[in-house]
Structures are given as C-alpha cells and as structure tokens.
C-alpha cells in the first residue's frame, strides 16, 4: 500500500504549526515538504522506521560513553557525535510523522563492548553499521535529498572523527603484538616439539608452562627497557608497555597449554592447540581490522602462516629427537 504525499503534508502542517516549533524549524519543514515529491512505500518507511531506532540507540551510547570520559578532547568529541545523532532521529521524525524508541538492550551491549575491548574498537565496530546506514538513506536520494545530509554525516563519523580518538589500548598496541606475536610463534613450536619429545600430556604441560613464563617475564622485561631508551617513544609509559607485552604472553601461554592440562591424548592435545593458536591470531586481526582498519586477510595470512611454520619445524625436530636420542 503506498502513503500519499498529503499525508506526510498532513503531519508535517500540524508540526509546523506547533507552538514548540521555532522560525528556523518551521523554515525547516516548509523545505522538505517542497521537496517532498514522491510517496513512500510500505518497505521504504519501515526502513527509515529502523534507522530512526538505530539513531536514538546510537545517541543513548555515545552520550553514554562521553559521560564516563575525561573533560578533555574524547568527551567533547562523542559529544558532538551525540548530538549529531539526535539530529537525525528528529529528521527523520518529522519525514515519518511518528516516533520510537531506541533499542536500549542494543546500546548496553555497544556500550559493554567498548569498555572492555577498548572505546576506538567498540564505536568503530558500531560505525561499520552505520556504513550500511549511508548507503539505506542513499537508495531515498530522489524523494528524499535531505537524506544525502545525514548520509554524509555518518560517513564523516568514522572517517573523520573517530580517528581522532585517543584510545590507551590502541597506543600501546605494538606492545601487545609484540607478546602475543612472540608468545604464539615461540610457544605452538615448544609445544610441537614437545609433543613427541616428550611422554605424557601433563609432563608437556607443565614444561611449556615453564617456557612461556620465563619467556613472558623476560619479554617484558625487554619490553621494558626498550621503552625506556626510546626517547621517541616518550607518551609511552616503559612500565605499561611491559606490563601490556606481559599480560598478552601469559595469557597466550594459558590458552595454548590447557588442552594438555584437560586432556591425557597428546595428539589430540596438539590439534586442539594449533586450532587455538588460529582462533587466536584471527581473533586478534579482527581487532586490528575494526580498530586501526587493517587489512584482516593480509594479516591473518601472514601470522598463522609464521607460527604454522615454527610449529611443523618443531614437530620435526621433536620427532628425529625422540627417534634418534630417546629422549623421553
């Protein structure tokens, strides 16, 4: 069933004349109902209907974030975002001549997500939404060219302002590819080779447990100094880099050496690890596409082609060991 333009008409006078209307917003309404010239379908409200409900839902987290930053440049920031985002829940309002309601479930979850995993990954993970948003209010382009506006608004929220975030994770990032890159190509090959070096599960376990801690301390002990004599380096704390290039080794090291501690089958222990080794660096590389728009795939590729390599060699070595020394 199509809606006929005097209705949208319809509404749009009733507001218009609204004594909480100002001359700007009246000026406003007049515009868009020049403009208004054709009817929308069913479909097409139902889908602006959606984006209004994104809209308020994405304003409650942006509002929601900015209030727990600092008085400094990231709240100002999300503020204007916000605020950007309410504009167009009340445009698109107006075009509709109802209202809703933000999806609240939604926005605790986006909120959630950006506390834990960091506020540049969170909002642009929700950006990527909004990505799709664009191109919907584009298909109205003809109709609708007030539109375009808020097409062009969303696309600058992601390619303008949140590069500008300030996010900690993302500035002590090299340090935490560092231990996670170093713990994973230095521990899948320990483990290989100790699979067949070695007898028993546990005795494997507690080995590589061993390694990778020793490793981790030593690594972010390196890690460390080397903050510190890089002057460059200077808005870089050296103790939180080590303490980042620390933390993302040891939990490497915990994640690649519980199948052996859950599981008496060394081969399968071994599989269960290297598929988590992948989990991990796939995982990781997600982070990185959505936070810092790298390349997923490029990346993916390269990381898991490394520790599988480091693996096979070890799994190699660990073997002719077993075979040729008895050792064991």
Do not use: W
């Not at 309601?101 to 506020?119: D, Y």
């Amino acid at each position: 069933m199509m809606v006929s333009s005097c209705q949208y008409r319809l509404v749009a006078i009733t507001r218009l004349y609204s004594s909480h209307n100002s001359a700007g917003e009246r000026t406003a309404v007049c515009a868009t109902l020049a403009r208004m010239k054709t009817a929308l379908s069913d479909a097409q409200r139902a889908a602006l209907r959606t984006q209004l409900r994104n809209e308020l839902t994405e304003a409650i987290v942006y509002e929601s974030l900015a209030r727990r930053q600092p008085a400094k440049h990231n709240r100002d920031l999300l503020a204007r975002i916000a605020a950007d985002e309410r504009r167009h829940a009340k445009q698109l309002a107006d075009m509709l001549g109802a209202k809703a309601q933000p999806n609240r479930f939604k926005a605790a979850r986006e909120i959630l997500i950006a506390r834990v995993f960091g506020l540049t990954f969170g909002l642009k993970l929700m950006e990527k939404g909004e990505g799709r948003a664009g191109d919907t209010y584009r298909l109205f382009a003809d109709g609708l060219p007030e539109l375009i506006k808020i097409a062009e608004d969303e696309d600058a929220h992601e390619n303008a302002l949140l590069s500008l975030l300030d996010d900690e994770r993302l500035n002590y990032m090299g340090a935490i590819v560092l231990g996670l890159n170093d713990a994973l190509v230095e521990l899948t090959g320990a483990l290989a080779g100790f699979t067949f070096a070695l007898n028993g599960a546990r005795l494997i376990a507690m080995t590589g447990l061993i390694t990778g801690l020793a490793a981790a301390m030593s690594m972010a002990a390196s890690s460390f100094l080397s903050a510190r004599a890089d002057v460059k380096a200077s808005d870089r704390h050296p103790g939180k880099t080590a303490c980042y290039t620390g933390i993302a080794y040891v939990c490497t090291v915990v994640v690649l050496i519980m199948p052996y501690l859950l599981l008496s089958n060394v081969k399968v222990s071994l599989a269960i690890m290297l598929a988590s080794a992948l989990g991990i660096i796939a995982l990781f590389n997600f982070y990185l596409s959505v936070a810092k728009d790298a390349p997923f795939r490029k990346s993916f590729l390269l990381m898991a082609g490394i520790s599988t390599f480091v693996a096979t060699v070890s799994f190699c070595i660990g073997y002719v060991l077993n075979h040729t020394l008895g050792v064991g």
